[in-house]
């Protein structure tokens, strides 16, 4: 049974939900799904903006087949052309073989790799600027390369300021019935989840996205229509307003993140004597995490958000324990800049951590280690707990920088 919501009077959202996906992109959890949007404009000519993942292949087809009524598809938009979008196209053009299929040129090389079923006759090639009209609805394309595939675009109806927007402004989280931001509690339950899929998604690409709000602000937008996740038709500008923190990787918060790796339990106790130190000296916003039991994805959404990070971390054969070797790894991929970090290490018989991480440190942009560096050798004693209350005042003092 069709299962759609309509989101002005002639578009509707046709998409579905997959609440039983393990790992987005086979690496991410999503213990609560994820929507894939596609939208449906009912003009004087039909137009389906971006098809969905196979995996919802079946409910998205009925959905489109609901809203049309019997009329005929005659165009299809592909602002991306990754899968978990693009992969029903050959779906709808078995069903509907006399529609056009509109996108860049970059996309038309894409679909083909793909094998998406798309014949040249078929394709109607855009770029930025060209405008197209539907009958009421003119729209025009804009580039938007890297947020976050190569081909990627974002269509603007110049009629009633609707942004099919692609992957940019969406989010984890399957949306249960709910359509718009302004049904769901946004601020409270979605948006960890919302900037834990723009860093760990399109983290790495903030010139690129910052390139996108640039145009996206000469525009009048009254709608963000994603490809995952809520509608947005009110409080637009505090959503680019967080957009323009993770694309700048300015932090949101003064806050510390606590991130450590132990085996045997002696730096978690560092980790926990640290944290009652900041909060003995009056500092709370802080944050505790076993880089082990924590999927590196929620530890790169935290870093994105908080302007303070502590590693803690065993040696291990010499090496970075390797869950936070990891982490780091992840944070440099995702291009993570302009944090204050401490820095503790634990060995045994060779501490070493330390020392290669602030190595890696030193290759990120604008991160700043603290000269209180804390070695314990084994266990916390009396001496490296004074430095780790040393670390406590220094990350305190800190603070008192502007972010
Ligand atoms: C497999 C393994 C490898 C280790 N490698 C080193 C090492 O290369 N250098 C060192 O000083 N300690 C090494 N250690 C000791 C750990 O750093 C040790 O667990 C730590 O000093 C105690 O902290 P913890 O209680 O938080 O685990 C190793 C421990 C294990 C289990």
Redesign the pocket.
């Known amino acids: 049974m069709h299962c759609v919501r309509k989101v002005t009077d002639d578009l509707y959202w046709v998409g579905a939900n997959d609440k039983r996906l393990h790992l987005f992109e086979s690496i991410h959890p999503i213990e609560d799904g994820v929507s894939y949007n596609s939208y449906l404009l009912m003009d004087e000519k039909t137009v389906l903006f971006d098809t969905a993942d196979w995996s919802v292949g079946r409910q998205f087809c009925e959905n489109v087949e609901y809203v049309l009524n019997g009329k005929p598809l005659d165009i299809m938009v592909i602002n991306h052309l990754e899968p978990d979008h693009a992969a029903s196209i050959n779906e709808i053009i078995l069903r509907y073989p006399d529609v056009k299929v509109v996108s860049t040129e970059k996309a038309w090389l894409l679909m083909n790799q793909f094998n998406f079923g798309v014949e040249e006759e078929n394709f109607i090639m855009v770029k930025e600027g060209d405008t197209m009209k539907f009958g009421k609805h003119e729209v025009t394309f804009v580039a938007a390369p890297m947020v976050h595939w190569p081909e990627a675009m974002v269509t603007f109806d110049l009629t009633n300021g609707v942004l099919f927007s692609a992957d940019a402004f969406g989010s984890f989280k399957s949306l249960d019935g709910a359509l718009f931001a302004d049904e769901v509690d946004f601020k409270d339950e979605w948006i960890d989840e919302a900037r834990r899929y723009y860093t760990n998604i399109v983290g790495k690409y903030g010139p690129q996205v910052m390139a996108l709000l640039k145009k996206a602000s000469a525009i009048d937008i009254k709608m963000l229509c994603p490809l995952h996740g809520p509608v947005w038709r009110k409080d637009i500008p505090w959503l680019l307003d967080k957009y323009i923190h993770w694309a700048t990787y300015t932090p949101e918060e003064k806050g510390v993140m606590i991130v450590?790796?132990?085996?045997?339990?002696?730096?978690?106790?560092?980790a926990q004597i640290l944290a009652a130190k900041l909060h003995e000296k009056g500092f709370h916003n802080v944050h505790m995490y076993d880089v082990a039991e924590t999927h590196v994805s929620y530890l790169i959404g935290q870093a994105f958000k908080l302007s303070h990070i502590a590693i803690l971390s065993?040696?291990?054969?010499?090496?970075v324990?390797p869950p936070m070797q990891n982490f780091i790894d992840d944070m440099k991929r995702l291009n993570m800049q302009k944090r204050v970090v401490g820095v503790v290490e634990?060995?045994?018989?060779?501490?070493?951590?330390g020392t290669l991480i602030c190595e890696e440190l030193d290759e990120m942009k604008q991160m700043t280690v603290l000269n209180e560096q804390v070695s314990?050798?084994?266990?916390v004693n009396k001496m490296t707990a004074d430095e780790l209350d040393g670390l406590a005042d220094s990350i305190i003092e800190s603070m008192k920088q502007d972010y």
């Open positions: 450590y790796a132990s085996m045997y339990g002696n730096t978690m106790n560092a065993v040696t291990y054969n010499l090496n324990f634990n060995g045994s018989w060779a501490p070493q951590a314990l050798l084994s266990a």
